[in-house]
């Protein structure tokens, strides 16, 4: 059984809702008034929110530190383990995403129990950031030196806010990104956060990736197009659809949280 599987047992196509921390200390929008008991206190209410939902799994990420760096600051990393291990659920698994740097999710990831992180698993990108190159080797390698062989790592192989340097198709870099690279998860992205694929493109990444590997919708996750996108994709990662007016950098809105999950589960 894959490690994905094992996480997942029960779900056929698991729905995994995306829970923003508010900016990190040290980063442009952080609220320094609120603090990270603020912080805390907010991811609370919304890990509460997305349970009572229904979602079969969490994933915390630090969205709202943009500009986004490629190097994590250590005082960042402190921060969001401290809010991850005073918010992760008790009743589903959760996972660790930071952007973008594989090494700072992984370090938050095993400091906080977490059961899947997510990052961009290879090639060479254009990015709001400057180049990113994804150093997987190292990734793949800490996990063990890091005796955490049970840790998922989703790999995104159409990354949001880039370009890749090179003619292989999307569906040719997640074939080599799930043998070469070792992914546990093959994710698929639209252009931006809230962005959906196009759908003949997951298709495709579906077809080349082998079955035992599942290839998961990573954005434009939507109430109303959930059920056509789940036909292809093996489950998905939704964050915008779940915010009030839709709006990523909103807070989460119960409503539209329930009537997600309502949707999916009808496929």
């Not at 990104?177 to 579906?206: C, F, H, N, Y």
Request: aromatic letters at 6%; proline letters at 6%; a negative charge.
């Amino acid at each position: 059984m894959s490690r994905f599987a094992e996480i997942f047992p029960d779900s056929t196509k698991p729905l995994i809702a995306m829970v923003h921390l508010p900016a990190l200390p040290g980063t442009h929008f952080y609220d320094s008034e609120s603090g990270l008991d603020g912080a805390i206190t907010q991811v609370q209410e919304e890990v509460a929110v997305l349970i009572d939902a229904g979602f079969d799994g969490l994933l915390f990420c630090n969205e709202n530190d943009r500009p986004y760096r490629k190097t994590a600051k250590p005082a960042a990393i402190a921060a969001m383990t401290r809010i991850v291990t005073e918010c992760r659920p008790a009743v589903v698994p959760f996972g660790v995403d930071y952007l973008w740097d594989a090494q700072a999710a992984l370090a938050v990831a095993v400091a906080t129990g977490a059961s899947f992180m997510r990052e961009v698993g290879a090639g060479v990108w254009e990015t709001d950031m400057g180049p990113l190159e994804p150093n997987t080797a190292d990734l793949i390698e800490n996990r063990r030196y890091l005796d955490r062989m049970d840790l998922a790592v989703m790999m995104n192989v159409s990354p949001e806010f880039g370009s890749g340097i090179g003619r292989r198709s999307v569906a040719d870099v997640a074939q080599s990104t799930a043998m070469s690279s070792l992914a546990d998860v093959i994710l698929v992205s639209g252009k931006m956060a809230g962005d959906q694929p196009d759908k003949a493109t997951l298709e495709q990444v579906r077809q080349a990736v082998p079955k035992e590997i599942p290839v998961l919708l990573n954005t434009g996750a939507r109430a109303e197009t959930i059920a056509e996108f789940l036909q292809v994709a093996d489950g998905c990662i939704v964050g915008t659809a779940l915010k009030k007016c839709g709006d990523t950098w909103n807070r989460v809105d119960p409503e539209r949280a329930k009537r997600f999950v309502e949707a999916a589960r009808s496929v």
